[in-house]
């Protein structure tokens, strides 16, 4: 074997070690970062330390130390996390609906209520972080971000959705604004009572507030 062929596998192992440290250091990361969200729900930020969130995630107290060096990054870590993933699947399902706007609106409450997104325990580390915005800016610009994507998004489908109703009584911000209210609303049932909530019903309820608003386009539903 030739010396530059040596060369080449030690490169390729050496890539591959760095690969798997990569893939330990991201499951970890998300193991600890879940750990944290159902810590949250059940016992609140204050409540929340390191040492339980590594027992949570079956992993040593030192571990959470090296992934995040306190417990407030560690906090700004869960709430991007669980910002992101919403944002994420928000844009895959408006990508799957292309450029039909009853299709996105529709794409936009299912993917409200998808079990995924909205489950007890990430609806209880939403209202909780809610709580605190007023102390934190840095919890207030996370959830900012999220909300005035969200709304800027809404209000252009709404827009789209009169103009084909041809309903200039209609205002596209202040239904995007109710539609957001709504689901906050349907969210917290959820979090207050969650052996009564049911998805299906809380998908229901917005679409018969979309088809009140535009009986012409929703008339199937």
């Known amino acids: 074997m030739s ?34 969200i159902r810590s ?11 040492l339980n969130v590594s027992k949570g995630a079956g992993l040593s107290h030192g571990i ?57 325990d990430k609806v209880a580390v939403w209202y909780t972080f809610f709580s605190e915005v007023k102390f934190k800016p840095v919890y207030l610009q996370i959830c900012k971000e999220r909300d005035e994507y969200y709304n800027q998004v809404a209000e252009s489908i709404m827009q789209e959705l009169i103009d084909r109703e041809k309903n200039k009584n209609l205002s596209a911000k202040q239904l995007a604004t109710s539609l957001s209210a709504l689901t906050l609303g349907l969210w917290l049932d959820q979090l207050v009572d969650s052996e009564n909530f049911k998805r299906n019903d809380a998908k229901k309820i917005c679409f018969d507030f979309i088809k009140i608003n535009f009986p012409k386009q929703f008339k199937r539903f």
């Open 40 to 50: 949250i729900s059940e016992r609140g930020i204050n409540e929340t330390t390191m």
């Open 64 to 120: 959470v130390n090296f992934h995040f060096k306190s417990k407030e990054l560690l906090l700004i870590e869960t709430l991007k996390f669980i910002s992101n993933e919403y944002l994420e699947e928000f844009q895959k399902k408006l990508q799957k609906a292309k450029e039909d706007p009853e299709k996105k609106i529709i794409a936009i409450i299912n993917n409200d209520f998808d079990q995924n997104i909205c489950n007890r």
């Open 3 to 36: 010396v530059k062929h040596l060369s080449i596998m030690k490169i390729i192992e050496s890539y591959k070690k760095g690969t798997i440290r990569s893939d330990n250091k991201r499951n970890s990361n998300l193991k600890l970062i879940n750990s944290a």
